[in-house]
């Protein structure tokens, strides 16, 4: 099998995003878990650019102990100097400097020529090459840059002593065809002597993920990357799409060192540290991903996975399927469901609760399992074992944030208070003291169903218990009772 580097630029390109810095204690923290996922090589920073990026840089260095630490510069011996002084703890250590090479660059943003333009990329990979031996070279804008100049600015570089030469689509301008031929044009017409070529695609028309791997069969063998695809504009190449591509198709003969099962805990953590929600249908790791609603498709995967999963989510860190219930399901999925309630149904009794189904079906868009237990005729009492008596909370800027509960569990009434990070926090707080179970908010999401401030806001979370997770909805125009109540409504269903 070929080695396929991954080389994540999460902590740069990543976290050039607006609203997604991150300070270096979280850095750190993403960089360890890169080094657990498995990546090659970690792009810590831009170290000229500022203080912190220099000292993330630094600290990154110090903490990961196999990954290549990479450190971005222009083509100034500046930020050559700068970028080396941050790299001196780094056990393995890259510099990654560059310019740009398309006429839009040369003549726009340098007001140079190509011949000069050739010099000064040269003259950098020299510079680089008095402090570290891993040079990698980026040739900006390579996507609208004429191949027959972009071979000469990569042998240039590489007969300048480049390790590595990134072909950036930077733009995300490239067509999957094109870009391909783009690398092989490379690969057939420059001596590469040890070097490699680099993917780097963004997302402007939705092509990064085929760029790179168009790329990767060309004869790229570095595809950079960041996590759930984050990045500046439209975002770049996502990780987990490459990774979980090569990994599908084995005829291509290539591997990468990924730990895949280390994927969506990864992608998680991204999304909470950064802020940025994963969209539902996002590929690998949306909530959706391995959701399935079609009659046509639940009884196939119930069948056989094969059917309609190319990936096991197990694979990727995920336990395991969705069944999601809605109007489309067929007999087959109410069924498993059913049996997964432990309700046990002849074929005359399913067909007369299927009935049933597909009547609330068309007044709700999915089905939960209280709905489930009605349409079976069985008690739910169990289901509303835990209710909200009341809710109190005061709340504010420069005063303490502090909830008070009532709770009726089973005709017992019981009450606490609690102070927290916010009401909601407070809240939770305060339920947990009455409950005493040790559980873990895995996900919390609010979704305003209209507009306006005075809408309903609907609340999803996913709560922890005993190694299961269990889910809550509720939906209010009070966000912090919604909170409270899908919270509840959570615990209700792993109350035995």
Avoid at 361 to 370: G, L, Q, W
């Amino acid at each position: 099998m070929d080695k396929l580097f991954i080389f994540d630029t999460t902590l740069r390109d990543g976290e050039q995003v607006p609203g997604c810095q991150l300070n270096t204690i979280e850095k750190i923290e993403v960089a360890k878990a890169l080094e657990t996922l498995g990546v090659d090589v970690i792009e810590a920073g831009f170290p000229v650019s500022s203080p912190g990026d220099f000292n993330s840089v630094v600290e990154i260095s110090k903490a990961v102990t196999w990954p290549t630490i990479c450190a971005l510069t222009r083509a100034v011996e500046k930020d050559i100097d700068v970028a080396a002084e941050a790299l001196k703890y780094a056990k393995k250590k890259r510099i990654h400097t560059g310019i740009g090479t398309s006429d839009y660059h040369i003549k726009y943003k340098f007001n140079s020529t190509q011949d000069e333009i050739v010099e000064r990329a040269i003259a950098a990979v020299k510079y680089a090459k008095r402090y570290v031996e891993d040079v990698e070279f980026y040739a900006e804008d390579a996507g609208r840059t004429d191949n027959v100049y972009l071979a000469r600015v990569v042998q240039a570089v590489i007969n300048a002593g480049a390790t590595v030469v990134n072909i950036p689509d930077t733009t995300g301008y490239c067509f999957p065809h094109e870009y391909g031929a783009k690398i092989k044009y490379l690969i057939d017409n420059v001596d590469m002597k040890n070097a490699i070529l680099s993917t780097h695609c963004h997302q402007d028309l939705g092509m990064a993920t085929a760029n790179s791997i168009s790329g990767v069969i060309n004869g790229a063998r570095q595809v950079e990357v960041t996590i759930n695809g984050i990045g500046e504009r439209a975002g770049n190449t996502s990780l987990e799409e490459v990774v979980m591509a090569i990994k599908s198709h084995k005829e291509l003969g290539i591997d990468t060192n990924i730990n895949t099962q280390r994927i969506y805990p990864m992608s998680r953590m991204i999304s909470s540290l950064m802020n940025m929600p994963i969209q539902p249908n996002k590929a690998i790791v949306g909530r959706n991903a391995f959701a399935h609603s079609s009659g046509i498709h639940q009884d196939g995967v119930l069948k056989n996975l094969s059917t309609y999963e190319i990936i096991d989510p197990k694979d990727v860190g995920i336990d395991d399927n969705a069944i999601v219930l809605t109007a489309r399901s067929g007999r087959a999925a109410l069924n498993n469901r059913l049996n997964i309630l432990g309700i046990e149904v002849n074929d005359d009794e399913l067909a007369e609760i299927y009935d049933r189904f597909l009547e609330l079906a068309d007044k709700k868009k999915d089905i939960n399992d209280e709905d489930i237990f009605i349409l079976a005729g069985k008690e739910t009492d169990k289901m509303h074992r835990i209710k909200l008596d009341y809710l109190q909370v005061t709340s504010g800027i420069g005063i303490r944030n502090i909830a008070n509960v009532g709770l009726d569990i089973a005709g017992e009434k019981f009450e606490a208070s609690a102070s927290g990070n916010g009401p909601v926090d407070a809240a939770i707080g305060a339920i947990k003291q009455i409950i005493k179970r040790q559980t873990v908010i895995q996900e919390f999401l609010i979704q305003a169903i209209n507009k306006g401030s005075d809408d309903i806001g609907k609340v999803h979370m996913q709560v922890e218990y005993d190694g299961v997770n269990y889910y809550g909805f509720s939906a209010n125009t009070d966000i912090v009772a919604a909170s409270a109540e899908a919270f509840i409504n959570a615990i209700n269903k792993f109350v035995k």
